[in-house]
């Protein structure tokens, strides 16, 4: 801290200019520097592998006590896998706070300083944080199927990947979370704000189906499935059910949403002043 | 090169910068002066394209901000030194900034010790001292070696070995040819750093002069004189038109003005007065810059009927 004579600056900086790559790499530097990336992901993972091993382990403990319409529906994919709803608050997070943790410290001046055409800010962070949550996402629900199936085992209820539909639901799981991770990091930018961006994230998966429920039932089933988490989730449900959407139509309408709020974000990062 | 072409910002029925224009040249550090609220940092933002002017606009080295290739390798720019995520170190910051230009590594690594904060430069700038978060606010603008230099308050929080540094290093980046736009409001540091001055008020433009004329511009004319026949001085200097005196009971000091040096010598000697001591009163530059912004505030004032309603809430 006691430079006092000024050095003469050399000219190291080399010649390269803005270019998307660039930007990604800058974004997957800053991504990989916080240390609430970290216990964000390890978090996810915990909530998605710990659950799911719970849920089996306590069917496979009561399941001779079940009543007989319960062992009916029982679908070991899903159960496997149902530690999503807790791991999905934890991506919708993470996903909020790569935008808005910017804001709120004063980052986004320095990001936009760098990159004055915004907008590939936004591609970069969607893509990065998008690549990672899929990864970690898809990782997290391979190992908590073939934990669960292995609990499950003891009761011989498990299921194969090769079982119809099986794999679908597996990788499908990923995916949603995925969108789920990317809708978040668009209403993040859209919000600017953590606290905001995080209940709007959870209002939109969590609250909207309860909402809905509260309608006529006939417009119930016009409007319920097209919700962005049970449009999402219809991809990772194995039967569908007779009102559900069709399992890829379901993750293409979450898409679409996660595509609207993206070019919303997109508007108003362009427009606002940092 | 900086030029500034008409800028205004409103927000609402407020302006906060009105039809600005300026140019800064390289070579010398400029000075940008105003008091809070004057519109330094909201002109500074709209120079970085970060606030769309509502009118007007900037070029820098020739071209907007935004359509440099390579913006940091054309400016550097550290607004409010607080643009820093608390949670990552400073070498991370700066290398994720390096990152969006291909800004090799030994640069970061370069930067790091010309600021002076190798020893911190793994820990979390949530930290950091405000002397050391203006430090890192350096390092990111001086990252792509840029030609031109935008510093908003650098001295502030800096100890007095800081604010020795930052002067030298202001200075020698301007000697090196670079454009150097530095604002403050300490006037008793531009004038020890800045050759030439923008002095705005109210986001209005009110001086773009250099230093040595500002002062003069706004020196008072007043004259300091030390007699011991101090009452019968300030008695003939009375006679003369124009001339106002003031003077302390007991004391041997006259203050004149509306006369000049040698007027007083001339009208001391001609009367066989003493003098022991005969001073033109030169004003600070603090002194010069609240004298112009206070007119600026007065001229506002007056002018307002005539204008539109918009300017009027401003």
Known sequence: ?274 | MIEAVGLSKRYGPKTAVHDLSFTVRPGVVTGFLGPNGAGKSTTMRMLLGLDTPSSGHATLNGRRYADHAAPLREVGAMLEARAVHTGRSAFNHLLALAATHGIPRRRVEEVIDLVGLRQVARKRAGGFSLGMGQRLGIASALLGDPATLILDEPVNGLDPEGILWIRNLLKSLATEGRTVLVSSHLMSEMALTAEHLIVIGRGRLIADTSVEEFTLQASSGKVHVRTPDAARLGKLLRELPGVEVAAEDGENVLEVSGAECEQIGRLAAEHGLVLFELTPQQASLEEAFMELTKDAVEYEATVTPTTSAEEVAA
């Open chain 1, 1 to 274: 801290m006691s430079t006092v004579t000024a050095t003469v600056i050399s000219t190291k900086a080399g010649e390269g200019r803005v270019t998307l790559p660039r930007v990604v790499h800058s974004e997957w530097i800053k991504f990989r520097s916080l240390r609430s990336s970290y216990i964000t992901l390890a978090v996810t993972f915990a909530l998605t592998v710990g659950f799911g091993a719970l849920f089996c382990w306590a069917t496979v403990n009561r399941w001779d006590h079940l009543p007989a319409d319960e062992r009916a529906h029982f679908t070991p994919v899903e159960h496997s896998l149902r530690g999503y709803f807790l791991a999905q608050m934890a991506i919708g997070v993470l996903g909020v706070l790569v935008v808005t943790g910017e804001y709120s410290t004063g980052m986004i001046r320095a990001s936009l300083s760098a990159v004055p055409k915004r907008l590939p800010v936004l591609w970069a962070k969607t893509a990065v944080f998008g690549a990672i949550t899929w990864v970690v996402a898809t990782v997290s629900c391979l190992i908590a199927f073939f934990l669960g199936q292995a609990i499950l085992a003891g009761k011989h209820l498990d299921t194969t990947l090769s079982a119809p539909g099986v794999l679908r639901v597996v990788l499908g799981m990923g995916l949603y979370l995925t969108a789920v991770g990317l809708l978040a990091v668009g209403i993040g930018t859209l919000i600017r704000n953590t606290a905001g961006g995080i209940a709007a994230v959870f209002g939109t998966l969590l609250v909207l189906p309860l909402l809905a429920e509260a309608l006529p039932s006939s417009w119930q089933d016009d409007i319920v499935p097209y919700l962005p988490s049970n449009a999402g989730q219809a991809v990772a449900t194995l039967h569908q059910g007779p009102h559900d959407l069709a399992p890829w139509t379901g993750l293409g309408v979450l898409g679409l949403y996660v595509l609207a709020a993206l070019i919303g974000a997109a508007a108003v990062l362009k427009r606002r002043d940092a």
